[in-house]
């Protein structure tokens, strides 16, 4: 057990077979910390019972994490706004006669606005993107139901998180990753000149554990800091996986869009936090992911 762990009450897990959960858990668990984990099958959050099971789930002591939503891969359109706008109405619903200690919502990037290019807490929050604008919803009415009972909250905004587990398979390095593995070729965009904020997954987790165990309130983005290009990653992964794997490229589907994050805040809030290297990173997904995690 790690010194000060001791005074972090039980943690509620929403979405507990997620892949930022499902991290977050494990370094609980290392960490000798009480945790609850609540998943679908449990208690279903986007249909109407589910205030009332999570009502007999949470005690006033709790510090709850909510980290359960559908991601892009299930879907960008109406039906999934709606099912993720029901599900963290459930959770207000709870709030309302169940209050816990201390609520952190794991919100993304995505609830910026497109052509943010340097971004920091304050930047415009702003989204014509069905998954990013319920983002933007969830938070607000999260926020709301919080200020109701009285219960701080904290919103993580990660920026594109990568690491063995990943479920969206979106264009980056767990894409990357997957297919120099298993096809031993990497397909880029152009040139891949965009630059982007790369965060590994136990980075996140860790920075969702310091945020409760300092029972933080706020907005934090939880980012590396240093924008790295989705060809210089590629060339990582390639370096990594020790050569036969091929470049290729296809031609540009949407504009060049830079996104840099600013990091002063959260080295403010955790100036003993350090972001994990890419290239350590990737070694680390690379091993886990010829091990078989899923």
Same mark, same amino acid.
């Not at 000798?32 to 984990?37: A, D, I, N, Q, S």
């Given at each position: 057990?790690?010194? /000060?762990? *001791?005074?972090?009450?039980?943690?509620?897990? %929403? #979405?507990?077979? /997620?892949? *930022?959960?499902?991290?977050?858990?494990?370094? %609980? #668990?290392?960490? /000798?910390?009480?945790?609850?984990?609540?998943?679908?099958?449990?208690?279903?959050?986007?249909?109407?019972?589910?205030?009332?099971?999570?009502?007999?789930?949470?005690?006033?002591?709790?510090?709850?994490?909510?980290?359960?939503?559908?991601?892009?891969?299930r879907g960008r359109d109406r039906a999934t706004f709606r099912k993720n706008v029901a599900m963290i109405d459930s959770v207000c619903g709870a709030l309302e006669s169940a209050p816990c200690a201390h609520v952190v919502y794991i919100s993304s990037a995505s609830v910026y606005h497109a052509r943010c290019e340097k971004i920091d807490e304050s930047s415009c929050c702003e989204s014509d993107d069905p998954y990013g604008l319920a983002h933007i919803v969830r938070e607000k009415l999260l926020a709301g139901a919080c200020r109701s009972a009285r219960v701080g909250l904290a919103i993580v905004r990660p920026s594109a998180i990568y690491g063995a587990g990943d479920t969206h398979n979106s264009y980056g390095p767990n894409r990357f990753l997957r297919t120099a593995l298993r096809e031993g070729r990497i397909t880029l965009f152009g040139e891949g000149e965009e630059e982007r904020d790369h965060i590994y997954i136990d980075d996140v987790a860790n920075l969702i554990r310091l945020t409760l165990l300092g029972r933080r309130c706020g907005v934090m983005n939880a980012a590396h800091g240093e924008a790295l290009t989705f060809q210089g990653a590629a060339l990582?992964?390639?370096?990594?996986?020790?050569?036969?794997?091929?470049?290729?490229?296809?031609?540009?589907?949407?504009?060049?869009?830079?996104?840099?994050?600013?990091?002063?805040?959260?080295?403010?809030?955790?100036?003993?936090?350090?972001?994990?290297?890419?290239?350590?990173?990737?070694?680390?997904?690379?091993?886990?992911?010829?091990?078989?995690?899923?």
């Open positions: 057990m790690y010194a /000060g762990d *001791v005074t972090l009450p039980r943690v509620v897990v %929403l #979405g507990a077979k /997620g892949f *930022v959960a499902s991290r977050l858990i494990r370094l %609980l #668990g290392r960490h /000798g910390v009480p945790c609850r984990p609540v998943g679908r099958a449990e208690v279903d959050l986007s249909k109407p019972p589910a205030a009332e099971k999570l009502r007999r789930i949470i005690q006033p002591d709790d510090a709850m994490v909510v980290a359960a939503g559908l991601t892009p891969e990582g992964i390639q370096k990594a996986v020790g050569g036969g794997v091929a470049l290729v490229t296809e031609p540009r589907r949407v504009p060049i869009r830079h996104q840099r994050f600013y990091t002063a805040a959260l080295r403010q809030a955790f100036p003993e936090f350090r972001p994990t290297p890419f290239e350590t990173g990737v070694l680390k997904s690379i091993g886990e992911l010829m091990e078989g995690a899923p």
